[in-house]
């Protein structure tokens, strides 16, 4: 995430932290508001093993693409099981990429960030979780495949 102007660095922190509190809701069962708190006292600028640091992230985009994650789980599942193969629903695959999609979803359903934005962050992020698996690739086709449905005046011309 280096190289990028502070404010876009920021951005794209709050994309990972926002996959990482969507995670941590559905597989804890936490509370929105339960997991957002933590993510912003203990998550935001931690160091990690290795040394490397976080950025603090911004946190109103985060706060918005989780809430609007929640707002919109329904349509964004939709959106994503639409994109995925029939007999592959959302249900079915990795928690950290269901996570993933509904965080990006949440961004083109509910927030004006342009869509291609939203899929370059978005596979960014995975290649965080899956450094060297395919995901990246797979994040790629199903995040262009919503936001052509979501958003398809992005793509004329």
Do not use: C, Y
């Amino acid at each position: 995430m280096s190289g990028k102007p502070d404010g876009k660095l920021k951005r794209s922190a709050a994309r990972f932290f926002a996959v990482q509190a969507l995670f941590q809701m559905e597989t804890s069962s936490q509370t929105v508001e339960r997991v957002v708190r933590e993510f912003e006292s203990f998550r935001f600028g931690e160091v990690f093993e290795d040394g490397t640091e976080m950025a603090e992230g911004d946190l109103t985009h985060f706060r918005k693409i989780v809430s609007e994650a929640v707002n919109w789980q329904a349509k964004i599942d939709q959106m994503t099981d639409r994109a995925l193969v029939a007999k592959w629903p959302i249900d079915r695959i990795d928690p950290v990429l269901r996570a993933l999609f509904r965080a990006a979803g949440a961004e083109l359903a509910a927030m004006d960030t342009p869509p291609k934005v939203v899929i370059n962050e978005f596979v960014e992020v995975a290649k965080a979780f899956f450094p060297e698996g395919k995901e990246p690739k797979f994040v790629n086709a199903v995040l262009d495949h919503m936001a052509r449905e979501e958003k398809p005046q992005a793509f004329s011309a």
